[in-house]
């Protein structure tokens, strides 16, 4: 019983990536008050091409950019871009290979450009800009998914903490990449990339894309140039510099590798080895394959968060990183949910990107749920029930939780949006909506989400109609109750038998405020040595279920597939639990057996479900 419940406690405290702060907003926060809009796409973004060498002494970027937009639709000889704190030295449009200066203001945070012409939306054009980046000497502030946003990071750049590396490392998410180029840091802006790193020649580099050229340069530097040929957003983009050792692995003949610190190279193959077999699993579950080039993960000192999904650059924070002798220890834990959940960031977020922070569960849900989906496929069905288990007691637990919807337009800050809803009770819905739809219609829904909006963005509505697509049904109650509103239904669950009618009556209470939820459930009757589904919808506040069943039914398992996102009271016998507990075969079963006895140790049924739970086969 200890190891399950232990198991149980862990997960709710390791699986929410990262660690979120619960805290109760002032109830009329004026910022709650401004609706979130979408941003405009007056330019898009085509290419950005940048050439950038590192001051670590004064912890500068100087950087060049050459950035191609078009207008989005309308006309326009404006552009205005996010560059935050920098110092410009020059804007230019170049036209033949010329540079011609243009006029701009700028408030420290947004240029504001005139073009030298009004420019129609089949017109690009290319804007030079000379800068220096000073991300250290940014007024900023993160959150509690992300402590900083200052973008990029001088990690001991003089040298003088002994035992610590000298690293650069970036962290776009969501909107610093603005910090270390101008740029239109936005989701719904997709562009290629080009990045031309100047670094000591002693560094190893690693940037999107493919490596497409190094050359020394003979003063003890070395320029490497990264290309990133398939468009992705502002905040994907990634540089890290610093003494790294790569190991070398493939997936389908393309390039996987990890970069750890030396010390640690002799444990990368354990702590990643899994990467390409997860690679495999995926590209088949989603029938789309690995979208990009390649796929590396590097490991850097006092990063500012848990992991971050760049395009094929995934950056990891040193709790990933930990000694064979640790490993040995470790079972599904924090660093290998990680692995999952970063490398499920590349279909759902990278391939198809959050339209906006209000639609961060198109992006982050969906990586939370497969840390689930990884658990059942590598560790089997019981370590997936207790993942998805701590997701759901890790929301239950946030109080203010329940009172936001998973798609929001009014938020008081955007890092707010990187919540246990978003993360943990989003990933229960899918859960749940899986569940209800069955393994194939739900994966194929996906599938036609991915390949309907590749390289574009996504909003809760287009999974939505993909859904309905692949399943043939409506889901607009589904996505009402779960996307646009918030809460969660609050059950109560009593029975009857009636012998003479051979009856056996369910009683179901919704005791939530508002509205009763619509849930299709099942419920598992097991009665005369066989079990017997039943699939029923709660539509009330009140809903009576009535089975005909032969002799009176040693347990009425109600929703027996343990998906659903609930509170309940189940008003089982304590028989009833031990019946669950040895017959129905779910981790949750297990544990809601073991739950209800330990609150009757006095009970001899109980004791020998807590007897018995001692050697349960979950970590038993
Ligand atoms: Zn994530």
């Known amino acids: 019983m200890k190891k399950l419940l232990i198991a149980g406690a862990l997960f709710s405290v390791t699986c929410i990536l990262p660690a979120m702060a619960q805290q109760e907003p002032a109830a009329e926060d004026p910022l709650l008050k401004i609706y979130r809009e979408t941003p ?9 091409k940048l050439d950038v060498r590192f001051d670590y002494k004064k912890r500068y970027l100087y950087g060049k950019e050459w950035v191609t937009l078009k207008p989005h639709f309308y006309a326009t000889d404006t552009l205005r871009l996010d560059a935050k704190g920098m110092d410009i030295n020059n804007i230019s449009i170049v036209k033949n290979g010329k540079n011609t200066p243009l006029k701009f203001t700028y408030d420290s945070l947004t240029l504001a450009i005139k073009l030298d012409k009004v420019y129609r939306n089949w017109e690009t054009y290319t804007i030079y800009i000379d800068y220096t980046a000073k991300p250290d000497e940014l007024k900023v502030q993160g959150s509690a998914a992300i402590n900083d946003a200052r973008g990029l990071y001088f990690i001991n750049p003089d040298g003088t903490e002994k035992d610590k590396p000298t690293q650069v490392w970036t962290q776009g998410e969501t909107e610093s990449s603005s910090a270390w180029f101008p740029t239109i840091d936005h989701t719904n802006q997709k562009t290629t990339q080009e990045i031309s790193m100047t670094v000591p020649a002693k560094y190893v580099t690693l940037s ?8 020394l340069n003979g003063n003890g530097t070395r320029t490497d140039v990264w290309k990133m040929d398939l468009p ?8 890290a510099v610093g003494d790294f050792k790569i190991y070398k692995d493939k997936w389908r003949g393309r390039e996987v590798n990890y970069y750890l ?27 789309v394959d690995y979208p990009w080039n390649k796929y590396s993960q590097i490991v850097v000192r006092d990063y500012v968060s848990g992991a971050m999904e760049n395009t094929t650059a995934t950056l990891h924070g040193e709790n990933v990183q930990m000694t064979a002798r640790e490993l040995i220890d470790a079972y599904y834990d924090f660093g290998r949910s990680t692995v999952a959940h970063e490398l499920f960031h590349q279909w759902f ?57 998973l798609v929001r337009f009014h938020y008081a800050d955007k890092e707010d949006m990187f919540d246990n809803v978003t993360y943990a009770k989003g990933g229960t819905i899918l859960y749940y909506l899986r569940s209800y739809l069955g393994e194939e219609a739900f994966y194929k ?84 040595g066989k079990k017997e589904r039943h699939k029923v919808w709660l539509r009330n506040k009140a809903d009576t ?75 038993g």
């Open 40 to 48: 405009a796409k007056i330019n898009d973004l085509v290419h950005t």
């Open 208 to 215: 999107n894309g493919r490596l497409a050229s190094q050359k």
């Open 445 to 528: 829904g996906l599938n036609i989400y991915l390949k309907t909006n590749a390289f574009k963005n996504g909003e809760a509505h287009q999974l939505r109609l993909a859904l309905e697509e692949a399943s043939g049904l409506d889901l607009n109650w589904f996505f009402n109750e779960w996307y646009f509103n918030a809460g969660h239904p609050i059950l109560d669950i009593s029975y009857k038998w009636d012998e003479g009618a051979k009856t056996q009556t369910v009683y179901v209470t919704q005791s939530q405020d508002g509205d009763a939820f619509i849930l299709p459930i099942a419920v598992d009757i097991y009665a005369g």
């Open 261 to 287: 610190e030396p010390k640690f190279a002799p444990y990368a193959k354990d702590l990643f080895g899994f990467t390409p077999e997860a690679m495999e699993f995926f590209s088949k579950k989603l029938g």
């Open 545 to 619: 279920l009535t089975f005909k069943v032969a002799s009176k039914p040693n347990l009425v398992n109600v929703d027996g597939n343990k998906a659903l996102p609930t509170k309940k009271t189940d008003k089982k016998t304590i028989e009833e639990f031990a019946f669950q507990y040895n017959n129905a075969p779910l981790y949750v079963d297990r544990l809601e057996a073991i739950t209800a006895a330990g609150n009757q140790q006095t009970d001899k049924t109980a004791r020998k479900i807590l007897t018995d739970a001692l050697k349960d086969k979950y970590y």
């Open 349 to 405: 977020g990278d391939y198809v990107t959050a339209e906006s922070w209000s639609n961060l569960t198109v992006n982050e849900s969906f990586a939370d749920f497969s840390e689930t989906m990884w658990a059942e496929y590598k560790y089997g069905l019981d370590e997936g029930g207790a993942h998805i288990q701590g997701d759901l007691e890790g929301y239950l637990r946030d109080g203010h939780a329940k009172s936001l919807d």
């Open 232 to 239: 992705h957003s502002p905040y994907l983009f990634m540089m």
